[in-house]
């Protein structure tokens, strides 16, 4: 097997994993593609011109994908960082509510002395 080819049956993989992502299997999914993306690199390096017809056909449908995993790489994480957000804000105000006292804020106070 080609690198050419055997890069394109990892970058298609790696498109149909993150086509399947939801919020069950996002773990596993994100460990899948940690894994596609090691191979991918570790496959790339190998690849050398002279390239047949074939292997630039398969090579120009690998750049298309590409442009569909990066926006779907960005799309999961743009997905994990709103679920950390809102960790964060259930976090505090669940505090908040069970220890409305804790945090006083003192921006507006001042000692004034007088002579």
Request: aromatic fraction near 6%; glycine fraction near 4%.
């Amino acid at each position: 097997m080609s690198s050419v080819l055997l890069c394109y049956t990892i970058t298609k993989q790696l498109k149909e994993a993150l086509e399947q992502v939801n919020d069950e299997n996002r773990e596993t999914t994100i460990e899948e593609v940690e894994s596609l993306l090691e191979k991918r690199q570790s496959v790339l390096g190998t690849i050398k011109p002279p390239y047949t017809q074939d292997e630039q056909e398969l090579g120009k449908q690998m750049i298309a994908w590409n442009g569909q995993i990066d926006r779907q790489l960005a799309q999961l994480r743009l997905e994990i960082k709103r679920d950390m957000n809102g960790l964060t804000k259930k976090k505090t105000s669940a505090q908040k509510y069970s220890n409305p006292y804790e945090s006083l804020q003192y921006d507006g106070m001042f000692y004034d002395k007088k002579k």
